[in-house]
């Protein structure tokens, strides 16, 4: 989607507001011993109060109103049975619509204290996404996102997930430009336009290369096995660099 309005602005902050407002509920209720099911639940209500529609829901027919994805499990999680446990890492991943604007947004939580290097995974994938917000602007390589992304993975000494990448949204939950590397790609030479919303969510990992689906055909682990977290934000480009959308309030 291409902002043309202060009525489309309106309107996307709207939706991000309440997609950030029920991830920041749902990570404050995760206790151990709780299901991921309950989890999602919580996010179920919260986003039907605000009057917002699930967007993995409406779109594909995804088996949940959020995605909720624990260690091995890197994206597209399906709520179920599975207990939450202290030291687990816990993604959780919230897009929805309402009034006909889409946002989408997500994080890594901790359930209680983890080893020092999944802290630190954490703390280092937030500042991978906003690392990569920070080159969202009107007439910047769209290729920059990915390329400060790789520099900062690589100093580290992290891997990128290369093949779950960022995204347009807006008008849907997944609209021009369908892919966004959030790794380095020399072969991209679009430039970002002013107005445009589009999602930045890298998935940084301690050896993870790729993605691959499970038997349900949904939930996605990382190849080769290693942790990754995802952080992701809804940003609309400006002259002046990024908007972020997905703020809680």
């Not at 999944?118 to 009107?138: F, N, S, T």
Request: proline share 5%; aromatic share 6%; glycine share 12%.
């Amino acid at each position: 989607m291409t902002l043309t309005s202060q009525d489309d602005l309106d309107g996307l902050q709207e939706v991000g507001r309440i997609v950030a407002n029920t991830l920041h509920g749902m990570a404050k209720a995760i206790e151990p011993g709780m299901t991921t099911r309950e989890l999602d639940d919580i996010g179920r209500a919260m986003l039907e109060s605000a009057g917002a529609i699930s967007a993995p829901e409406q779109t594909y027919g995804f088996p949940g109103a959020t995605c909720i994805s624990v260690n091995e499990e890197i994206a597209h999680g399906i709520p179920g049975d599975r207990i939450i446990r202290t030291g687990d890492l816990v993604n959780i991943d919230v897009s929805a619509s309402r009034n006909g604007y889409f946002a989408d947004t997500g994080a890594t939580f901790r359930s209680g204290p983890v080893p020092l290097a999944l802290d630190k995974l954490c703390r280092d994938g937030k500042r991978a996404m906003q690392i990569g917000i920070a080159q969202v602007g009107a007439d910047k390589p769209l290729a920059g996102i990915g390329a400060a992304i790789g520099r900062f993975a690589s100093a580290r000494g992290y891997t990128l997930i290369r093949n779950l990448a960022s995204h347009g949204v807006g008008r849907a939950l997944h609209e021009y430009p369908e892919e966004i590397a959030t790794w380095p790609n020399r072969r991209d030479r679009r430039r970002i336009h002013k107005g445009l919303v589009l999602t930045v969510e890298p998935l940084l990992s301690m050896g993870g290369l790729w993605a691959t689906q499970g038997d349900d055909d949904w939930t996605l682990y990382a190849e080769p096995r290693a942790p990754a977290v995802q952080y992701e934000h809804t940003v609309v480009a400006t002259d002046r660099g990024a908007i972020i959308v997905t703020l809680p309030h």
